[in-house]
C-alpha cells in the first residue's frame, strides 16, 4: 500500500519558520516529480510548490516564490517544504502529493498528482 505521510505543521507566529516533511512507502519516489499543495478553510486546495525527480527543477506559487523552498532526499524517500516569513495566509492543511510516471515533469496541476496524503495543518497567528 502506497502511502504519503505528512509532519512537522504546526502553530507558528508570523515571521516564523516551520519545515514539513512528507515520507513516502510502499514504492519508491525518487524517480516521480512531487508536489506540495494546501487548501485554506472555504478555499479550494491551491499549488504550493513542485520539483522534479533529482531536484533541478522546481516551481512556486507567486505567492511563496522567495519564502519557500521545496527539496528532497531520494535515498529517504521523503520530500520537504522549508516555510519562512510565514504570513498568516498561509495557514492551510499541507498536503504532499506524488505523480504516478517515472520521470514526469513537474507541474502545478493537482490532477496530474495519482498520491496524496492526508495533510498537515500550518496555522500561523498574526
Known amino acids: 500500500q502506497v502511502q504519503l505521510v505528512e509532519s512537522g505543521g504546526g502553530l507558528v507566529q508570523a515571521g516564523g519558520s516551520l519545515r514539513l516533511s512528507c515520507a513516502a512507502s510502499?514504492?519508491?519516489?525518487?524517480?516521480?516529480?512531487m508536489g506540495w499543495f494546501r487548501q485554506a478553510p472555504g478555499n479550494e486546495r491551491v499549488f504550493v510548490a513542485t520539483?522534479?525527480?533529482?531536484?533541478?527543477?522546481?516551481y512556486y506559487a507567486d505567492s511563496v516564490k522567495g519564502r519557500f523552498t521545496i527539496s528532497r532526499d531520494n535515498a529517504k524517500n521523503t520530500v520537504f517544504l522549508q516555510m519562512n516569513s510565514l504570513k498568516p495566509e498561509d495557514t492551510a492543511v499541507y498536503y504532499c502529493?506524488?505523480?504516478?510516471?517515472?520521470?514526469?515533469?513537474?507541474?502545478?496541476?493537482?490532477?496530474?498528482?495519482?498520491?496524496w496524503g492526508q495533510g498537515t495543518q500550518v496555522t500561523v497567528s498574526s
Open positions: 510502499g514504492r519508491t519516489f525518487s524517480g516521480n516529480a
Open positions: 502529493a506524488g505523480r504516478e510516471s517515472r520521470y514526469s515533469r513537474p507541474n502545478p496541476g493537482q490532477y496530474d498528482y495519482h498520491y
Open positions: 520539483i522534479d525527480w533529482n531536484g533541478g527543477t522546481t
